[in-house]
């Protein structure tokens, strides 16, 4: 009976996560491994997200809107670094 309360224990902890997350588990039927999989996915973007000051608001669960959220940012960071290099290759040659 061990595997029976450890299964259990396994399907409570991934509502519990849906939940934080307002996944809408009820589509996953009784396929929790897919549920903990793309909760694990959703919790990596929201890290992302985080690390590009991506300001994402977990109240409605929309991973496709986010990943683009986080692809603009990236775009965004690597204009700004192209930007600074590109400054700093124009003056630092520069005598004044």
């Not at 061990?2 to 991934?14: D, N, S």
């Not at 996953?28 to 897919?34: A, P």
């Not at 991973?63 to 003056?91: C, G, K, M, N, W």
Request: with cysteine; hydrophobic share 30%.
């Amino acid at each position: 009976r061990i595997g029976a309360r450890a299964r259990e224990a396994f399907i409570e902890e991934q509502l519990e996560r849906a939940n934080l997350y307002n996944i809408p588990y009820e589509s996953y039927g009784d396929d929790y491994y897919q549920l903990m999989q793309d909760i694990d996915k959703y919790e990596f973007l929201l890290k992302k997200a985080k690390d590009y000051c991506v300001d994402w608001d977990t109240s409605e669960y929309d991973p496709l809107a986010l990943e683009q959220e986080i692809e603009e940012a990236e775009h965004l960071a690597y204009l700004q670094d192209q930007e600074v290099r590109f400054y700093y290759s124009v003056t630092r040659g520069v005598e004044r």
